[in-house]
Every structure is written in structure tokens, then in C-alpha cells.
């Protein structure tokens, strides 16, 4: 049945080929005009998968020898073609099989005359220029020479015709080589004059689609170099800027708005950076020979060459369809496979038996009190200027078990058991060889009393000399504060700012503890031991004073409408209204010296010199605008995404326009909804110690900045973005930190492990904080293991506590991501608190956790690598233990783990994804990689335990923030030397895992449309470990006792589970991907939604009445002249007229299984 029905179009395709019928043909073309007129898209694919495109081209073929030429024929076949083509993939290859080119051609030149064929003849000619190689051939053959003879400046004749013909035009000049042979003749100061021409007199607005149509040869001509040249040389950024500031009070010519500002953008002449050099302004010498990245200075005189262009190659779209992303998935199964190998020799793993100490520990000699003498010794051994008994008020006196708070059991470094224990080589050695750049002699003049002391003793704490950022200037606001009685008490010093050292003591006597498991003072020890490359002098004060996430968290940013033209706009102003720029340097990391009169009036002063900051040269524009630069990676002349500044001097209620210019990703978060954070000081010290979401009229594009060609050694991608956010800042003079999110430094994470481990409860958490090695740069990078503390010394307890499988977690590998060290707080400070859950999870995991794997990179502001200059989470397949110590040891452990047969039940690495919504995991399956990538394998002869999509799936469950749908379980070939692979290849660990948390927001559940906060991303953290002991539960055999008591306490659960659930069964089907940007990011690329634009666009065109065209007879043709054997024909097929403005199908058509191919088509 189904065959006969489709044998319905068949049969009228083939007797549209072979009659010479004039009255068939026109009856078989009235049917298919009235068949496509109902239908959408799909109707006309069925037509074109039944051969349409070829048979109406055959026609046209037939029709076009007619003489004299018969319009009754030719006009509907020509709309057909037209309505047809555009939507056919493959049309322009038909075109030139059925060499039809030259037909279109010559039917356009004979009647140049005659409008209304004319205008057919150019919607075709349109639609075949869509296929790029036919396009070319048209161009070839004279097509552009003949538009330009229909193209005529302003004139209210005609104007169907005219807009045709600038249709064709931009069809055509979308080839590069027609783009080419247009500027050479001229055509590009012809389509200005044509536009300006059409700007000026068309005062009423009623031709907004030719202007905009001129606007787009203009876009699609500039998208070759010699069309921006020029387009530049002939004066047309002045003329498209005049234009646009004509157009920006009217609603409705936005389409002319936006596209004139993506040509301005586009042409805007490219400029390097204002850098010297792209390389980071630090650089750290390696061990031996390595060489971090290729070197990569300039040649001078590369600019012109500069590879933008490339060949300029017309790529041809036939097989536009990408399968990027499949072509990068793993699909050797032999690769697939987990496989036991150990990269180094088998008795180098004895080393990390000493960081198993839970193994060996012999509880027969645990007795509270000396553990605590030992570990007190430890302490002010190791840690000298640590006030080790320091507990903040609130966070003791909230905790349940504070009487514990003195009773210090943290072993710093090595433990004094393990003498033999040998730290590896190179993390001593690294001291020695710790001079930072050799070539800068201040700063080697600076350092040298440091580095002196810094290499045996760890001394630097005492002769280090660190002070707070120095407060805000107005002093008035502090006496308030700490001496309302007392105005004179504070005076300010000779500078005018205020003796530092006084005002922390009184700030401090001022901050009781307001911000849990935080200590300025502890912060302030461990940030004296901290190494880093540019010798920090400085504390951030949010570092020092703290964190505090705020009451309530803020919805996403709502886009403001045409935001981003609005900025583009105001960039190109500095070009053509030169007039109010400043353009000077105010800030500058690599020459402090050069910036001119920092601290000048009128003007903001910058400072990034503390540890995780990261800013480099700060340019002021405007009055109040800034050109923000971000370092480079150490070693390294990319990876700018991180920043984190001081600013301060600003005036009240003036919104400061920021514009981070050197971003490198695609695309971000910026461009939905997310906005930077934002702390003020004076904030802070009236009890508001937080980052706040900060900013409006943010929006990220691509900008006018490049990187010459021969630096790309490494480079992804030449050019550069804006991220640009606009601040009013709450107070005047006070001092602001700005960054990309919620900051979180090695200090941080050191002086909160100080506190965690003296509030716990020594006598349930087991917990050992060992340096799993020195980094690079000469940092400890801190080794945890947390479990609880075995039930009492009898055998069974005794064996149950060592035989505890093991979890491994692992986080900020990524110096950039500190959303994942919020993570992994959360995580820490659930696992050693008196919660039941925890108390019972630590009974059910050993805990191995290395919570930042990347301190180096961390400390000194990088955004993706380690101070070698690489990405060490594409390391773990040969990790060299000289350049990537902390990998090389977490894997060693690893391998040791596995070795004793004690592999861990779940491996998971916290990240942060800039690009994503949502919490999600990464993990591993063989059968979902080759299933995705469409792989012939048997996959039934392969066995896999899917366990693990048991965690992600109680995750869905049990976490607010975390989305099942987010997930992916594929191995990509680029991601073999990941953590997440690796450790599920080479140690078989099933449940191996990235945990990815959003920079931004979720897109489903309780979370939805908030930015998150730290106190969202830390709840993650806990969450993550419920889900660590309901995996136990449903994978593990359990105790009798453990069973009860999880029963009684998951109940309590119950309830946030079932509402999980409900929200999950909503939302199954949701994508997590970001549709397309609402306004073009990249000015130099045709994004899709132009095609689907031209489609409806062009159907309009042809669709709209013909009556008015002018100096023409209204001739439709078709329903004119039936014979008697047409109407019979015609009754064959339907028996009445479609019904207009009704969906139902004209009746009878379903005798003969016309239209019954449509009847899945929506229409
Ligand atoms: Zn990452």
C-alpha cells in the first residue's frame, strides 16, 4: 500500500519529464504548487526525495527551449525550482549535472526587461548560488555583472525586483572567490554608495529588507581580507557607523542595526595585544633539559601573512553535518579494555606504604594522651608560626565536640614514625633550584634575603614579610567602626593610608569568628610558607578576613536586549570618534614603573600581586572604562581565563565599564546569565564578608585583538574575546576584589585543614594529613586520609577498620576551577563532622583524598597548568616524577593501593566546566563509547558491569544541584590521558569519575535559573559523600549494625529523595546544551540560523502577492487555459481545491496516496 501511494508523486514526477504536454505540464505544476503551498519543510524534502529537484530542472530544461518563451510555464516552474532548491542539500550539484547554469543564466539576461520573469529567474539564481561550487561557476559565467545591471540606487519601481537581485548577490558573494573577483571590479564601493543611497532617501522606513540586503553582500564580501581592506579604504566604517547612530531610535530596524555591527566589528582593523609578549609575565626554570612550550617570540613583519585568511578555500557544505565529536571517541576496544600496567618499577611503590599508616597502625598502643603530645610536638616543630591553638569562637563553640579543640593530632609532613620514609628527590632538590627568573634583576635583589633562609629550615614564615592590602584610603569610616568615642584615635599616616598593623589588630579584635571553619589568623601562617614565583608580599583582604556566602542566591543575569551591539558600538566609537579616549596604562605586572601616575585622580588603581591573582596590564580607555589583560599560564603563552584584582579609588554610583580583552574560549557563560564575583571591603568589615554575583550589561565576544601566526606553537585558536561587565561599586573609596568566581587559595585550603583537624572529634575521625610531595614551586601538597577511628581495640573492630575498602578523591588539577575547591570544602568539612551520616560513612571508607593537586598553578594565578607549562590533567598516562610530581605520586599511590589488592571502590577527580550548566559526572563505559560511535562491534561478546552509573544516578537523587541527563559516560581518544581514563584503565576502577560543577548555574531542579554560590557548590560536596554511603549500601554486603543504623538514618532522607525524583521524571527529556547565543559571538563564521532565516525569508518573497509590481500584468498563468484533458488530469489527482488556511488535506487525494506520503509531516 505504501509503495502505491508514494507511486502517486512518482507518477507525476516522471510525467513532468517525459510530456511535451503544455497543458499536463502546467496541470502537473499547478498540483505541486497547491501540494507545497500547504506544506512545511518536510513536505517539500518527501518531493525532493522523490527526485523533484531533478525533474523540475528537466523541465526547466525543456521549457527554456521553447520559443518565443512561454511565462505561463516557465513562472510556476521557476517558483517551484526556487521553493524546492533552497531546501535541497545536494540542488546545486544537480544544477550542474543537469548543466542547467547556463539555462538560469541566459533566461535572467533575455529578460532583463521583463520584470516579473526577471524576478523568477533570480530567486533561482539565488537558490543555486547557495551551493558554494555552483555559486563560483555563476560568478564565473558573469552573474555578479548582470545583478548589478538590476540593482538600481533608491527607486520605488521595481523594488521586487531589485530585492531579488540583491538576494542573488549575497547568495553569491558567500563565495570567497566571488567575493574576490566583486572588490577587484568595484562592486564593494558601488554596494557602500548603493546603501548609503538606500539609508538616505528611504526615510519612512519601508524598504528595511533591501537596505538590510545590502548589508549582507556587504557581511559576506568583508569576510575575505581584501574585502575589510577595502571596505576600511573606502571609508566604510564611517559610513555604516553614521548610518547605524540614524537607525538606533527605531524599534524595528534592528536587523539593519545588527548586521551593520557585525560588519563594523568584522572590519575593525586586527591589532596585537598591547603586550610586549604574549608569554606569561612569569617564568619558572625546570629541571634538566624540559622545555615547557615551544618558544614562542615574534618574527617581525608577519602581519600581513598572518593566517587568518589561511587559503581562503570555499568550503563546500554538501556534508556540513559535523561528527567532531564522534570522530574523537575511543573505538579499539583493545585500547577500551582495562589493562594492569605499571609505568614505573614494581619497587617503587613500596615508598607509599608510609602513606597508608591506617594499614599498619598498631591501636594497641592508642592512648589518647600521647597521640595528643606527639602530635603537639609535631606541630610546633613543623609548623613555627601556626598559632596552633587558635580556634575561632564560633566554630568551636558551635561544634559539639569542642572540648576536643586543643587536642591536636595533625602529623605535618612526614610523620615522625616514618623516618625512613623518602621523600622523593626531587621535591628537596626543587629548593636549590627555586630561583625564579634569573633575568630580573629587582627581583632577584628583592628575593635575596628570602631565598637566603628559604632553603633548609623553612624559615621563610619568620623572615617573610607579609601585610595586608593596605585598607581603604577615607579613614573616617573606621573610627566609627572601632572607636565611636574616640575620633582621634586613628590617624592617618604620612601617605594618608592608615598604619596597617594596628588596624588588623583592631580589625581583628572586631572579626569574632564570623565566618565558619575560617581563620585570618591561620590564613595569615600559612600564607607566609607559601612559594610563588613573583615572591608575594601581599594578603587579599577577602582571603585574610574570609567568606561568607550571602542570605539568599541571585537568579541569573537576564540578558538585556542588543547588549552586546550596544558595546560593540561603543568599541567601534573609539575609531571614529576618537575624541574622549585616554588610552593609558595604569596598571602593568611587567613594567610597574612604566604606568603613567598611578593613583592619579580620575582614575582606578589596580593590583593583582597576591597569591591566585591574576591580572596583567590595566589600560585606561574612557573616563570610565578599562581594557583589562590577563597573564598567561607560567611557562606558557595561553590559557587566560582566571582573573582576580584589587581595585580601588572608584567613585560612587558610576557604573565602570570592564573589558577583559585577551579570553580565549569560544564562548561562556558570560553570554548566559552568569556574572563575575565582586567583594568590597568595606563590606566586609561591617559584617558583610562575602562575594557577591556582581555586574550588568555582560556580554562575550569575539574582538578585533590576534596573535600573530608564528606564535601559535600550542595555540588553539589565533584570536581573542571580550568579556565585558559593567560595576557600580557600593561605596566610594573602598577597596573591591574582582574575579571570574568565588576565589579559593592554597592558604585557603591549607589553613582550613588546620581547622578541620582540630575540630574533630579524635576519638571517632581518624585522620592523617601527610605531604604526598613537594610541588614543583616548593610547596607541600597535602595527602589526607579520614576514616573513623576503629570501634575499640578487639581483633574484629580491629580488622574492620583496616579492611574498610578505600575511596580516592582528588580535586583542583585545575589551578582556574575553584568552584571545585568549594566542592571538595564541602566534602571535607561533612566527612569530619558529628553529622550521623558521616559518622557512619567513615565506618563504611577509608578516605585518601588529595584536595588540591595542582598548588603551584593555584598560588600563582594560572588557569589550566602546572608551573611546567602543562595541563597535568593530561598527564596521568606518563606522569615524569620531576615535572609532574604531584601526578606521578597520586598515581604512585594509586598503583600501591592496587597492588595490596585494595583498589578503590570509587575514583573521583573534582573539576569546574566553563562552558556547562549544572553538577554532572565524566565516568567510563566501553559499550556507551562504541555504541555512540556508531561501532559494528559485537558489543554483546563484551561484558560490562554497569555499576557505574549507579553513584551519578543516587546523585540525581540526592543532590540539588547535580543532573543525571549532564552526564557522559565516553571514552574520547583525547581524553586518554585524563585522571577519570587512567585510572579506570590502568588500576580497573570502575566507578572512576570527573565530577564537573558548573562556574554558573542549573538548568533544572531547585537550583534552576540561581547562580550558585559557594554554599550550593559546598552542599555538592556533602551530598556527594551521602551518595558514597547509599553506593555502599545497595553494592557492598554491609554489617547487620551498619543496615540499621543507615536505615534510621536515611529516613530522614526519604523526603528530599522522592522530591528529586519528581523533579527528574519532569525534565528527562530536557537538553543541557546552550542554544545558540542570541547574538553572534564570532563576526567572521555564517552561523546556521542565517540559512533557516533565508529559507522562510525567501519563501515570503515568493509567496507575497504579485499584483503590485509595477509596469507588470498580473499573470499567474496556471488556472488560465485548462483544457478538458487538463481538468481531467487534474480531477485524477484531486477532486477539489485544497482548503485555504485549513490543515485537513484536499478530499479524494487519498484515493491515490498522493499526499499520504505527508501524513507523519506536520503541517
Ligand atoms: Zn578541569
Same mark, same amino acid.
Given at each position: 500500500?505504501?509503495?502505491?501511494?508514494?507511486?502517486?508523486? =512518482?507518477?507525476?514526477?516522471?510525467?513532468?519529464?517525459?510530456?511535451?504536454?503544455?497543458?499536463?505540464?502546467?496541470?502537473?505544476?499547478?498540483?505541486?504548487?497547491?501540494?507545497?503551498?500547504?506544506?512545511?519543510?518536510?513536505?517539500?524534502?518527501?518531493?525532493?526525495?522523490?527526485?523533484?529537484?531533478?525533474?523540475?530542472?528537466?523541465?526547466?530544461?525543456?521549457?527554456?527551449?521553447?520559443?518565443?518563451?512561454?511565462?505561463?510555464?516557465?513562472?510556476?516552474?521557476?517558483?517551484?525550482?526556487?521553493?524546492? +532548491?533552497?531546501?535541497?542539500?545536494?540542488?546545486?550539484?544537480?544544477?550542474?549535472?543537469?548543466?542547467?547554469?547556463?539555462?538560469?543564466?541566459?533566461?535572467?539576461?533575455?529578460?532583463?526587461?521583463?520584470?516579473?520573469?526577471?524576478?523568477?529567474?533570480?530567486?533561482?539564481?539565488?537558490?543555486?548560488?547557495?551551493?558554494?561550487?555552483?555559486?563560483?561557476?555563476?560568478?564565473?559565467?558573469?552573474?555578479?555583472?548582470? $545583478?548589478?545591471?538590476?540593482?538600481?540606487?533608491?527607486?520605488?519601481?521595481?523594488?521586487?525586483?531589485?530585492?531579488?537581485?540583491?538576494?542573488?548577490?549575497?547568495?553569491?558573494?558567500?563565495?570567497?572567490?566571488?567575493?574576490?573577483?566583486?572588490?577587484?571590479?568595484?562592486?564593494?564601493?558601488?554596494?557602500?554608495?548603493?546603501?548609503?543611497?538606500?539609508?538616505?532617501?528611504?526615510?519612512?522606513?519601508?524598504?528595511?529588507?533591501?537596505?538590510?540586503?545590502?548589508?549582507?553582500?556587504?557581511?559576506?564580501? @568583508?569576510?575575505? *581580507?581584501?574585502?575589510?581592506?577595502? /571596505?576600511?579604504?573606502?571609508?566604510?566604517?564611517?559610513?555604516?557607523?553614521?548610518?547605524?547612530?540614524?537607525?538606533?531610535? &527605531?524599534?524595528? #530596524?534592528?536587523?539593519?542595526?545588527?548586521?551593520?555591527?557585525?560588519?563594523?566589528?568584522?572590519?575593525?582593523?586586527?591589532?596585537?595585544?598591547?603586550?610586549?609578549?604574549?608569554?606569561?609575565?612569569?617564568?619558572?626554570?625546570?629541571?634538566?633539559?624540559?622545555?615547557?612550550?615551544?618558544?614562542?617570540?615574534?618574527?617581525?613583519?608577519?602581519?600581513?601573512?598572518?593566517?587568518?585568511?589561511?587559503?581562503?578555500?570555499?568550503?563546500?557544505?554538501?556534508?556540513?553535518?559535523?561528527?567532531?565529536?564522534?570522530?574523537?571517541?575511543?573505538?579499539?576496544?583493545?585500547?577500551?579494555?582495562?589493562?594492569?600496567?605499571?609505568?614505573?618499577?614494581?619497587?617503587?611503590?613500596?615508598?607509599?606504604?608510609?602513606? &597508608?599508616?591506617?594499614?599498619?597502625?598498631?591501636?594497641?598502643?592508642?592512648?589518647?594522651?600521647?597521640?595528643?603530645?606527639?602530635?603537639?610536638?609535631?606541630?610546633?616543630?613543623?609548623?613555627?608560626?601556626?598559632?596552633?591553638?587558635?580556634?575561632?569562637?564560633? @566554630?568551636?563553640?558551635?561544634?559539639?565536640?569542642?572540648?576536643?579543640?586543643?587536642?591536636?593530632?595533625?602529623?605535618?609532613?612526614?610523620?615522625?614514625?616514618?623516618?625512613?620514609?623518602?621523600?622523593?628527590?626531587?621535591?628537596?632538590?626543587?629548593?636549590?633550584?627555586?630561583?625564579?627568573?634569573?633575568?630580573?634583576?629587582?627581583?632577584?635583589?628583592?628575593?635575596?634575603?628570602?631565598?637566603?633562609?628559604?632553603?633548609?629550615?623553612?624559615?621563610?614564615?619568620?623572615?617573610? %614579610? #607579609?601585610?595586608?592590602?593596605?585598607?581603604?584610603?577615607?579613614?573616617?569610616?573606621?573610627?566609627?567602626?572601632?572607636?565611636?568615642?574616640?575620633?582621634?584615635?586613628?590617624?592617618?599616616?604620612?601617605?594618608?593610608?592608615?598604619?596597617?598593623?594596628?588596624?588588623?589588630?583592631?580589625?581583628?579584635?572586631?572579626?569574632?569568628?564570623?565566618?565558619?571553619?575560617?581563620?585570618?589568623?591561620?590564613?595569615?601562617?600559612?600564607?607566609?610558607?607559601?612559594?610563588?614565583?613573583?615572591?608575594?608580599?601581599?594578603?587579599?583582604?577577602?582571603?585574610?578576613?574570609?567568606?561568607?556566602?550571602?542570605?539568599?542566591?541571585?537568579?541569573?543575569?537576564?540578558?538585556?536586549?542588543?547588549?552586546?551591539?550596544?558595546?560593540?558600538?561603543?568599541?567601534?566609537?573609539?575609531?571614529?570618534?576618537?575624541?574622549?579616549?585616554?588610552?593609558?596604562? %595604569?596598571?602593568?605586572?611587567?613594567?610597574?614603573?612604566?604606568?603613567?601616575?598611578?593613583?592619579?585622580?580620575?582614575?582606578?588603581?589596580?593590583?593583582?600581586?597576591?597569591?591566585?591573582?591574576?591580572?596583567?596590564?590595566?589600560?585606561? %580607555?574612557?573616563? /570610565?572604562?578599562?581594557?583589562?589583560?590577563?597573564?598567561?599560564?607560567?611557562?606558557?603563552?595561553?590559557?587566560?581565563?582566571?582573573?582576580?584584582?584589587?581595585?580601588?579609588?572608584?567613585?560612587?554610583?558610576?557604573?565602570?565599564?570592564?573589558?577583559?580583552?585577551?579570553?580565549?574560549?569560544?564562548?561562556?557563560?558570560?553570554?548566559?546569565?552568569?556574572?563575575?564575583?565582586?567583594?568590597?571591603?568595606?563590606?566586609?568589615? *561591617?559584617?558583610?564578608?562575602?562575594?557577591?554575583?556582581?555586574?550588568?550589561?555582560?556580554?562575550?565576544?569575539?574582538?578585533?585583538?590576534?596573535?600573530?601566526?608564528?606564535?601559535?606553537?600550542?595555540?588553539?585558536?589565533?584570536?581573542?574575546?571580550?568579556?565585558?561587565?559593567?560595576?557600580?561599586?557600593?561605596?566610594?573609596?573602598?577597596?573591591?576584589?574582582?574575579?571570574?568566581?568565588?576565589?579559593?587559595?592554597?592558604?585557603?585550603?591549607?589553613?582550613?585543614?588546620?581547622?578541620?583537624?582540630?575540630?574533630?572529634?579524635?576519638?571517632?575521625?581518624?585522620?592523617?594529613?601527610?605531604?604526598?610531595? *613537594?610541588?614543583?614551586?616548593?610547596?607541600?601538597?597535602?595527602?589526607? @586520609?579520614?576514616?573513623?577511628?576503629?570501634?575499640?581495640?578487639?581483633?574484629?573492630?580491629?580488622?574492620?577498620?583496616?579492611?574498610?575498602?578505600?575511596?580516592?578523591?582528588?580535586?583542583?588539577?585545575?589551578? +582556574?576551577?575553584?568552584?571545585?575547591?568549594?566542592?571538595?570544602?564541602?566534602?571535607?568539612?561533612?566527612?569530619?563532622?558529628?553529622?550521623?551520616?558521616?559518622?557512619?560513612?567513615?565506618?563504611?571508607?577509608? /578516605?585518601?583524598?588529595?584536595?588540591?593537586?595542582?598548588?603551584?598553578?593555584?598560588i600563582n594565578g594560572n588557569y589550566r597548568c602546572s608551573l611546567s607549562g602543562h595541563d597535568l590533567n593530561r598527564q596521568w598516562m606518563t606522569p615524569n616524577s620531576q615535572l609532574h610530581p604531584t601526578i606521578y605520586h597520586a598515581k604512585g599511590l594509586l598503583y600501591y593501593l592496587c597492588s595490596?589488592?585494595?583498589?578503590?571502590?570509587?575514583?573521583?577527580?573534582?573539576?569546574?566546566?566553563?562552558?556547562?550548566?549544572?553538577?554532572?559526572?565524566?565516568?567510563?563505559?566501553?559499550?556507551?563509547?562504541?555504541? =555512540?560511535? +556508531?561501532?559494528?562491534?559485537?558489543?554483546?561478546?563484551?561484558?560490562?558491569?554497569?555499576?557505574?552509573?549507579?553513584?551519578?544516578?543516587?546523585?540525581?537523587?540526592?543532590?540539588?544541584?547535580?543532573?543525571?541527563?549532564?552526564?557522559?559516560?565516553?571514552?574520547?581518544?583525547?581524553?586518554?590521558? @585524563?585522571?577519570?581514563?587512567?585510572?579506570?584503565?590502568?588500576?580497573?576502577?570502575?566507578?572512576?569519575?570527573?565530577?564537573?560543577?558548573?562556574?554558573?548555574?542549573?538548568?533544572?531542579?531547585?537550583?534552576?535559573?540561581?547562580?550558585? +554560590?559557594?554554599?550550593?557548590?559546598?552542599?555538592?560536596?556533602?551530598?556527594?559523600?551521602?551518595? $558514597?554511603?547509599?553506593?555502599?549500601?545497595?553494592?557492598?554486603?554491609?554489617?547487620?549494625?551498619?543496615?540499621?543504623?543507615?536505615?534510621?538514618?536515611?529516613?530522614?532522607?526519604?523526603?528530599?529523595?522522592?522530591?528529586? *525524583?519528581?523533579?527528574?521524571?519532569?525534565?528527562? $527529556?530536557?537538553?543541557?546544551?546552550?542554544?545558540?547565543?542570541?547574538?553572534?559571538?564570532?563576526?567572521?563564521?555564517?552561523?546556521?540560523?542565517?540559512?533557516?532565516?533565508?529559507?522562510?525569508?525567501?519563501?515570503?518573497?515568493?509567496?507575497?502577492?504579485?499584483?503590485? %509590481?509595477?509596469?507588470?500584468?498580473?499573470?499567474?498563468?496556471?488556472?488560465?487555459? =485548462?483544457?478538458?484533458?487538463?481538468?481531467?488530469?487534474?480531477?485524477?489527482?484531486?477532486?477539489?481545491?485544497?482548503?485555504?488556511?485549513?490543515?485537513?488535506?484536499?478530499?479524494?487525494?487519498?484515493?491515490?496516496?498522493?499526499?499520504?506520503?505527508?501524513?507523519?509531516?506536520?503541517?
Open positions: 500500500m505504501a509503495e502505491q501511494e508514494a507511486s502517486g508523486l =512518482q507518477v507525476l514526477l516522471s510525467t513532468l519529464q517525459s510530456s511535451c504536454d503544455k497543458d499536463v505540464i502546467l496541470n502537473i505544476l499547478s498540483v505541486l504548487t497547491d501540494l507545497l503551498s500547504l506544506g512545511t519543510g518536510r513536505r517539500i524534502q518527501y518531493v525532493i526525495s522523490k527526485g523533484g529537484s531533478e525533474a523540475l530542472l528537466q523541465a526547466l530544461s525543456a521549457a527554456a527551449r521553447t520559443e518565443p518563451p512561454d511565462h505561463s510555464t516557465l513562472l510556476p516552474l521557476l517558483r517551484l525550482l526556487a521553493r524546492v +532548491g533552497q531546501r535541497d542539500r545536494k540542488f546545486g550539484l544537480k544544477v550542474q549535472k543537469a548543466e542547467a547554469t547556463d539555462i538560469i543564466l541566459s533566461l535572467t539576461r533575455r529578460n532583463l526587461d521583463h520584470h516579473l520573469p526577471l524576478t523568477h529567474c533570480l530567486w533561482v539564481l539565488r537558490v543555486c548560488a547557495s551551493n558554494v561550487t555552483t555559486g563560483t561557476m555563476l560568478g564565473i559565467n558573469g552573474a555578479m555583472e548582470l $545583478l548589478f545591471k538590476v540593482i538600481t540606487p533608491y527607486s520605488k519601481r521595481h523594488v521586487r525586483t531589485v530585492r531579488a537581485a540583491i538576494g542573488a548577490l549575497a547568495a553569491l558573494l558567500k563565495s570567497k572567490s566571488n567575493s574576490r573577483r566583486a572588490v577587484n571590479r568595484g562592486y564593494l564601493g558601488g554596494l557602500l554608495r548603493l546603501y548609503q543611497d538606500w539609508h538616505r532617501n528611504d526615510v519612512s522606513n519601508n524598504y528595511i529588507y533591501i537596505r538590510r540586503g545590502l548589508l549582507l553582500c556587504l557581511k559576506y564580501i @568583508t569576510n575575505i *581580507q581584501l574585502g575589510r581592506e577595502t /571596505f576600511l579604504g573606502s571609508k566604510g566604517m564611517e559610513i555604516l557607523f553614521t548610518s547605524v547612530q540614524d537607525c538606533l531610535s &527605531c524599534k524595528n #530596524l534592528d536587523p539593519i542595526i545588527t548586521t551593520a555591527t557585525q560588519i563594523l566589528r568584522k572590519c575593525y582593523p586586527k591589532e596585537h595585544l598591547p603586550v610586549a609578549t604574549v608569554s606569561s609575565s612569569y617564568s619558572f626554570p625546570l629541571p634538566g633539559n624540559a622545555k615547557a612550550e615551544p618558544p614562542c617570540e615574534e618574527s617581525e613583519g608577519d602581519y600581513e601573512s598572518d593566517g587568518e585568511e589561511e587559503a581562503e578555500k570555499d568550503l563546500d557544505n554538501e556534508d556540513g553535518e559535523s561528527k567532531e565529536e564522534d570522530y574523537d571517541l575511543e573505538t579499539d576496544v583493545n585500547k577500551l579494555r582495562s589493562k594492569p600496567v605499571l609505568d614505573r618499577p614494581e619497587e617503587d611503590l613500596g615508598q607509599y606504604e608510609a602513606m &597508608c599508616p591506617e594499614l599498619s597502625h598498631n591501636f594497641q598502643e592508642l592512648e589518647l594522651e600521647s597521640e595528643e603530645e606527639k602530635s603537639l610536638k609535631d606541630r610546633t616543630e613543623s609548623l613555627p608560626s601556626a598559632p596552633s591553638h587558635f580556634i575561632p569562637s564560633a @566554630t568551636s563553640a558551635k561544634h559539639p565536640n569542642c572540648r576536643w579543640r586543643n587536642q591536636s593530632v595533625t602529623e605535618m609532613g612526614p610523620d615522625p614514625d616514618e623516618q625512613d620514609f623518602k621523600v622523593p628527590l626531587q621535591s628537596w632538590r626543587k629548593k636549590e633550584e627555586c630561583r625564579w627568573d634569573q633575568n630580573d634583576e629587582k627581583r632577584v635583589i628583592a628575593e635575596a634575603t628570602q631565598d637566603t633562609d628559604s632553603c633548609e629550615e623553612e624559615d621563610a614564615a619568620r623572615s617573610r %614579610v #607579609l601585610a595586608l592590602r593596605p585598607l581603604p584610603k577615607d579613614a573616617a569610616w573606621y573610627k566609627k567602626l572601632f572607636y565611636p568615642h574616640c575620633e582621634a584615635s586613628i590617624n592617618p599616616s604620612p601617605g594618608g593610608r592608615l598604619e596597617s598593623s594596628d588596624i588588623v589588630r583592631n580589625l581583628l579584635e572586631k572579626h569574632q569568628g564570623d565566618v565558619l571553619f575560617h581563620s585570618p589568623r591561620f590564613y595569615t601562617a600559612r600564607a607566609k610558607c607559601v612559594k610563588s614565583i613573583p615572591g608575594y608580599r601581599d594578603l587579599a583582604f577577602p582571603d585574610f578576613w574570609g567568606h561568607q556566602p550571602p542570605p539568599h542566591s541571585k537568579p541569573m543575569l537576564e540578558r538585556k536586549q542588543g547588549v552586546q551591539r550596544d558595546k560593540v558600538l561603543d568599541d567601534v566609537r573609539r575609531l571614529i570618534q576618537p575624541g574622549d579616549v585616554i588610552g593609558r596604562t %595604569v596598571f602593568d605586572l611587567d613594567e610597574p614603573s612604566s604606568c603613567s601616575s598611578p593613583g592619579a585622580p580620575d582614575c582606578l588603581t589596580f593590583f593583582s600581586k597576591f597569591e591566585s591573582g591574576n591580572l596583567r596590564k590595566a589600560i585606561q %580607555v574612557r573616563e /570610565f572604562e578599562y581594557d583589562l589583560i590577563m597573564n598567561a599560564d607560567v611557562n606558557s603563552n595561553q590559557h587566560h581565563q582566571w582573573f582576580y584584582f584589587e581595585v580601588r579609588d572608584m567613585k560612587l554610583a558610576v557604573p565602570y565599564r570592564f573589558n577583559i580583552i585577551n579570553c580565549e574560549k569560544f564562548n561562556s557563560q558570560f553570554n548566559y546569565g552568569m556574572q563575575p564575583v565582586m567583594y568590597s571591603v568595606k563590606e566586609a568589615v *561591617q559584617g558583610r564578608p562575602r562575594w557577591i554575583r556582581a555586574g550588568h550589561d555582560i556580554c562575550y565576544y569575539k574582538n578585533h585583538y590576534h596573535c600573530r601566526a608564528t606564535t601559535g606553537g600550542g595555540m588553539r585558536g589565533k584570536f581573542y574575546y571580550t568579556l565585558t561587565f559593567s560595576i557600580k561599586f557600593p561605596h566610594k573609596d573602598d577597596v573591591c576584589y574582582l574575579a571570574y568566581h568565588y576565589p579559593y587559595t592554597y592558604s585557603t585550603m591549607m589553613s582550613h585543614l588546620d581547622i578541620l583537624e582540630q575540630n574533630r572529634n579524635p576519638k571517632k575521625v581518624y585522620w592523617r594529613q601527610q605531604t604526598l610531595c *613537594q610541588t614543583l614551586g616548593g610547596n607541600p601538597c597535602p595527602l589526607l @586520609t579520614i576514616t573513623a577511628m576503629p570501634e575499640s581495640k578487639k581483633r574484629n573492630d580491629l580488622e574492620q577498620f583496616c579492611n574498610r575498602p578505600y575511596v580516592f578523591l582528588t580535586a583542583r588539577v585545575h589551578p +582556574g576551577e575553584s568552584n571545585a575547591s568549594w566542592v571538595m570544602k564541602g566534602t571535607l568539612e561533612f566527612l569530619v563532622s558529628s553529622d550521623p551520616i558521616a559518622d557512619l560513612l567513615r565506618k563504611c571508607f577509608i /578516605f585518601k583524598i588529595v584536595p588540591m593537586l595542582n598548588p603551584d598553578g593555584v595490596i589488592g585494595r583498589a578503590p571502590l570509587v575514583f573521583c577527580d573534582y573539576h569546574g566546566h566553563s562552558q556547562k550548566k549544572n553538577v554532572f559526572l565524566y565516568g567510563c563505559s566501553i559499550k556507551e563509547t562504541l555504541w =555512540q560511535a +556508531g561501532c559494528m562491534v559485537d558489543t554483546a561478546v563484551i561484558t560490562e558491569d554497569v555499576g557505574y552509573r549507579t553513584l551519578p544516578k543516587i546523585l540525581d537523587k540526592v543532590a540539588p544541584a547535580f543532573v543525571m541527563n549532564s552526564c557522559s559516560f565516553l571514552v574520547e581518544k583525547s581524553r586518554e590521558s @585524563t585522571a577519570r581514563v587512567v585510572v579506570w584503565k590502568e588500576m580497573g576502577v570502575l566507578r572512576s569519575y570527573t565530577m564537573e560543577s558548573t562556574y554558573c548555574s542549573c538548568s533544572h531542579g531547585p537550583y534552576k535559573g540561581l547562580q550558585l +554560590g559557594t554554599q550550593e557548590l559546598e552542599e555538592m560536596g556533602s551530598k556527594f559523600c551521602l551518595g $558514597l554511603l547509599i553506593l555502599h549500601l545497595k553494592s557492598l554486603p554491609c554489617s547487620k549494625e551498619v543496615m540499621a543504623q543507615a536505615a534510621l538514618l536515611l529516613d530522614l532522607e526519604e523526603e528530599i529523595t522522592d522530591r528529586a *525524583q519528581r523533579r527528574c521524571s519532569n525534565s528527562s $527529556l530536557e537538553s543541557d546544551d546552550e542554544p545558540p547565543c542570541v547574538e553572534e559571538i564570532d563576526y567572521n563564521t555564517d552561523t546556521i540560523s542565517d540559512c533557516e532565516e533565508d529559507f522562510s525569508e525567501l519563501d515570503q518573497e515568493i509567496q507575497e502577492p504579485l499584483s503590485w %509590481v509595477e509596469g507588470e500584468r498580473e499573470d499567474e498563468g496556471v488556472t488560465t487555459g =485548462q483544457t478538458c484533458s487538463s481538468r481531467a488530469l487534474r480531477g485524477l489527482y484531486i477532486s477539489s481545491q485544497p482548503a485555504s488556511n485549513s490543515t485537513a488535506l484536499p478530499l479524494g487525494s487519498a484515493a491515490l496516496g498522493l499526499y499520504n506520503g505527508f501524513k507523519s509531516s506536520p503541517v
